[in-house]
């Protein structure tokens, strides 16, 4: 994919811009394949098998978020869990009370991160870095401890999707996958979509040096306000997935500061600032998870220990190393220009 | 009576509270630095003390006296090992740094302790109390306070009066011209976090004679302890302090309305400042 721009005409002629590469082009094809395997999963994979890809492609989706806030908003959050729950409970709500679809208030229902994202960051945006972050984490407290007692939903107690007993094992399945491949689509194919555009351009600049990106004339409070919304809606849309899922909800759950947890060590592990270290993050992340989760507490000693480290010494993640070692980018956004010989 | 037995129960907890704020503001004022794990460390001085007091039959103020000393030790091999490491214009190194340190420590002292709560004998103290006409005051939480009231004054003096002071001072404003005036921050934000986590003792002995310690609670700690910071006003010691008494009144009036309204109270208090005042109480515009 080149665009043509004829940026100097009595100067080296005609140049293009190229933006896609060969790597970008088998990523593309293999991601696409691979969205439309997960949304396929009713026909080919058991009940244990989609539950495993929803989970992944939860972490995936979560991660992908904080990876757009941490790594190019520079609002580092710890308190994501806020998103994931309220979704989570707007989801219930509507299908267990109101009687909506559940599959369609999954969709419905990421208009309630929408919604806390506006107060919450008029709030917070007044913080300055690390204190940003715990005042997220303060937001989600308030969360979880209002969902606590809040009589509608059930307090402390939570809630149990019963309407989900009208519909077949299969239906299930179906519908699940499917969000599962729309939450794909929308979170990474979003994100990459967004570091594309000219909105991209204007994240790097600000990543890179906020004050200089001023200068340049990016209104960087409100982008980095649209990037907390659209975090937000992502994040949330996974909660509501993920939830969908469990069929029952509480407050702990919801809220569970993990969350935070699981995005934090899936981007810093992965790499920051890259959609490819998400992914490979969030692989890492469910293999270790699944392979060393039964050593409980001292496997979390070695997860945590080893955000440690690579804060320390490795802050590229994986596909840092791997990108010093090979140039094949999956998600290719650098612009590079290629000059046509007269 | 109710309310004002409140106000005076959320003034003795603010006492508590303070002493999770100071070393919070020590950092933050100097490095800009938020050590996610300055409430894991306060538990885990906690649980060393009781163990301690259990193991040797101690006293809790020979266990003050220990943790105090071992605080300091902690703080500087923090700042040595992993802070020197990540501090810099950028906070988000220092954040998940530190945050990966949490989560290993919350777990390495699950792993150790077991997930049991726990609390330090503190012998007829923990019971003593005096009566003002029909309010009654605990002799313990009076010491909380009383300490809690001299060491922020004391901390205060430090950063007044001392060389030491001076110096910190002075790097938290520009680092490259205090060390062209013969100050060596290193040595600076080493004596920093060692008397952030020191301070730390004192509230790991006071928490776990007042109440129960667990290897969870550590995150509840960290965010009492930014609260307080936040109210009072980024910069100021007894900013701190005073957001402490401000959060410990808040929950404890809160607790009145409802038990289960006390900490939401508390959070709700600290949502409101940063909307009216953002700079904090005592903060400067």
């Known amino acids: 994919m080149t665009e043509t721009v004829a940026i100097n005409s009595d100067g080296p002629g005609i140049v293009r811009v190229q933006r896609q590469t060969t790597s970008g082009f088998v990523a593309m094809a293999l991601g696409t394949s691979m969205i439309a395997a997960i949304g396929s999963m009713p026909w080919w994979a058991s009940q244990g098998q989609i539950r495993d890809v929803v989970e992944l492609c939860c972490y995936i989706a979560v991660a992908a978020m904080w990876n757009l806030l941490a790594g190019y908003a520079g609002l580092v959050s710890v308190g994501q869990q806020a998103f994931v729950g309220v979704a989570a409970y707007a989801m219930f709500v509507m299908a267990q009370l109101w009687g909506v679809n559940p599959f369609f208030a999954v969709i419905l229902a990421v208009s309630a991160p929408a919604l806390l994202a506006i107060p919450t960051y008029a709030l917070l945006h007044r913080l300055d870095g690390p204190y940003f972050a715990i005042g997220t984490w303060v937001i989600a407290e308030v969360m979880r401890l209002a969902t606590s007692i809040f009589a509608y939903v059930n307090a402390g107690a939570g809630m149990s999707l019963r309407v989900m007993t009208g519909y077949s094992a299969d239906q299930r399945a179906m519908g699940v996958s499917f969000l599962c491949a729309f939450m794909l689509l929308v979170t990474v194919g979003g994100s990459y979509l967004l570091l594309r555009s000219r909105y991209g351009l204007a994240l790097t600049a600000v990543r890179d040096n906020p004050v200089a990106a001023a200068s340049q004339g990016v209104n960087v409070g409100r982008l980095r306000f649209l990037i907390w919304m659209a975090a937000a809606v992502g994040t949330g849309l996974a909660g509501a997935v993920y939830f969908l899922a469990q069929l029952r909800i509480t407050p702990p759950s919801a809220y569970d500061p993990n969350w935070a947890s699981i995005a934090i060590f899936v981007v810093m592990v992965g790499g920051l600032g890259s959609l490819e270290g998400v992914i490979i993050g969030a692989l890492i992340y469910f293999f270790a998870d699944r392979w060393f989760g039964e050593y409980g507490a001292i496997y979390l000693v070695v997860l945590g220990l080893l955000t440690l480290f690579m804060a320390i010494f490795a802050r590229g993640g994986v596909w840092g190393v791997i990108c010093k070692i090979v140039d094949a980018p999956w998600f290719p956004t650098r612009r590079t220009l290629l000059e046509d010989k007269p | ?285």
Not at chain 2, 154 to 183: K, P, Q, Y
């Open chain 2, 1 to 285: 009576m109710h309310w004002l037995d409140g106000l005076i129960q959320g003034v003795l907890l603010g006492g508590l509270y303070a002493q999770y704020a100071l070393g919070m503001a020590l950092m933050f004022g100097v490095m800009r630095i938020v050590n996610l794990t300055h409430g894991d460390l306060m538990i885990l001085l906690a649980l060393t003390g009781i163990s301690l007091a259990a193991r040797f039959a101690l006293g809790p103020w020979p266990v003050l006296v220990i943790l105090v000393v071992l605080g300091a030790i902690i703080g500087l091999l923090l700042q040595r090992l992993v802070l020197d490491r990540v501090v810099g214009s950028d906070p988000l190194p220092s954040l998940i740094a530190t945050f990966g340190l949490s989560m290993a420590l919350q777990n390495a002292m699950l792993q150790f302790w077991s997930a049991d709560t726990r609390s330090l004998g503190a012998g007829g103290i923990a019971q003593a109390s005096f009566q003002i006409g029909s309010l009654f005051v605990g002799v313990l939480p009076l010491i909380v306070l009383l300490t809690a009231t001299v060491l922020t004054g004391s901390l205060d003096a430090t950063l007044r009066h001392t060389r030491f002071g001076r110096a910190l001072r002075a790097s938290s404003v520009d680092v490259e011209a205090a060390a062209m005036t013969g100050v060596n921050p290193k040595n600076v934000y080493a004596g920093a976090t060692a008397i952030a986590v020191a301070i730390l003792g004192f509230a790991a002995v006071f928490q776990s004679m007042r109440a129960t310690v667990a290897p969870a609670d550590g995150p509840f700690q960290l965010i009492y302890a930014f609260e307080a910071v936040i109210i009072g006003g980024m910069g100021s010691i007894w900013g701190a302090f005073l957001g402490a008494m401000v959060l410990g009144i808040s929950q404890s009036i809160g607790f009145r309305i409802d038990p289960g309204f006390g900490i939401l109270a508390g959070h709700l208090v600290f949502l409101l400042v940063l909307a009216l005042r953002p700079q904090g109480l005592m903060g400067k515009v």
